[in-house]
């Protein structure tokens, strides 16, 4: 199982910009890998995500903001989100599943390696 580790939260105002890390602990080629996001009282939902042949999918409510990305050399996903709103504010995490299907690619329940989160706030 691929370990991942989640980085780069934290606060923003609405409008600006954080970027996410994810470091994964080995290479992750045939692997799906996603950004799922989990505000308090909602359901986890998918964000972004590559399938396996790093093809990307959007949620609807972040096509034009949020642009997932893969540095493959340093095992690292990464999502750069603009244009932040406070309904963006939630728990994200990075997951991973081999070999996925790309119409599995933001359901969670679908993906078996997951980080433990890191945490993005954002003020109005």
């Known amino acids: 199982q691929v370990q991942l580790v989640e980085s780069g939260g934290g606060s923003a105002q609405a409008g600006g910009s954080l970027r996410l890390s994810c470091a994964a602990s080995r290479n992750t080629y045939n692997y799906c890998l996603g950004w799922f996001r989990q505000a308090l009282g909602k359901e986890r939902e998918g964000v972004a995500a590559?399938?396996?042949?790093?093809?990307?999918r959007y949620a609807e409510f972040v096509k034009g903001r949020f642009t997932i990305s893969k540095d493959n050399a340093k095992n690292t996903l990464y999502l750069q989100m603009n244009s932040l709103q406070p309904d963006d504010s939630a728990m994200y995490y990075c997951?991973?599943?081999?070999?996925?299907?790309?119409?599995?690619?933001?359901?969670?329940?679908?993906?078996?390696?997951w980080g433990q989160g890191t945490q993005v706030t954002v003020s109005s």
């Open positions: 590559f399938d396996t042949g790093d093809r990307p």
């Open positions: 997951a991973a599943e081999i070999r996925c299907g790309r119409w599995s690619l933001l359901q969670p329940q679908y993906y078996n390696s």
